[in-house]
């Protein structure tokens, strides 16, 4: 069994009038940010400028080499934490990119996926947050100078910045759009 293309629904092939050959037209439905195309490029620049963040503080994250990044239930969620942030990035690019009214593939891979990633990433960071409290606990590690406690507060940024960013994506939803 082959791959099915998901998009093939929102397409159909018509005869061409004269009946020599076949044209695909698009008769799925159109999405629209319910802001201008100004504000919807500056929208987008603020979101690349989030996604950057979370690059940036997953690798300074990562350099800290603690003891606590041994542990399988810490590394496993942060190193999977790698995919949200890569996807939420290619969605950012592709909003960027797409025109004011996208075709539903472009709005499943631009904003439903930043919607996605984004989500992903707060459940992954709370996941690497429990587990880097259990290991703060379980080693009774007190000192709040300990690269853990930098660790921990890392992660907390993820979780307080995805949550902040849902909500901002809540304020710039998409519209159906007859054409």
């Given at each position: 069994?082959?791959?099915r293309n998901k998009y093939v629904k929102d397409?159909?092939?018509?005869?061409?009038?004269?009946?020599?050959?076949?044209e695909v037209v698009y008769t799925g439905k159109y999405y629209r940010m319910n802001v201008s195309?100004?504000?919807?490029?500056?929208?987008?620049?603020?979101?690349?400028?989030i996604q950057v963040a979370y690059v940036v503080a997953f690798l300074l994250m990562g350099m800290l080499d603690t003891d606590g990044s041994r542990k399988v239930?810490?590394?496993?969620?942060?190193m999977f934490l790698f995919l949200p942030i890569?996807?939420?990035?290619?969605?950012t690019?592709?909003?960027?990119?797409?025109?004011?009214?996208?075709v539903f593939a472009e709005y499943d891979q631009s904003i439903l996926r930043i919607k996605k990633s984004t989500t992903g990433m707060m459940i992954?960071?709370?996941?690497?947050?429990?587990?880097?409290?259990?290991?703060l606990v379980s080693n009774k590690i007190t000192s709040l100078n300990s690269l853990e406690y930098k660790?921990?507060?890392?992660?907390?940024?993820?979780?307080?910045?995805?949550?902040?960013?849902?909500?901002?994506?809540?304020?710039?939803?998409?519209?159906?759009?007859?054409?």
């Open positions: 069994m082959g791959r397409y159909e092939t018509r005869i061409k009038e004269g009946g020599d050959g076949e195309d100004e504000k919807r490029k500056k929208v987008g620049i603020s979101y690349l400028a239930y810490i590394v496993l969620p942060y890569y996807y939420g990035l290619l969605g690019l592709k909003l960027l990119r797409a025109k004011s009214e996208m992954l960071s709370l996941a690497v947050a429990v587990g880097e409290v259990f290991y660790f921990l507060m890392g992660t907390l940024f993820f979780v307080v910045i995805s949550f902040l960013f849902l909500q901002l994506q809540s304020k710039y939803e998409c519209v159906e759009v007859s054409k």
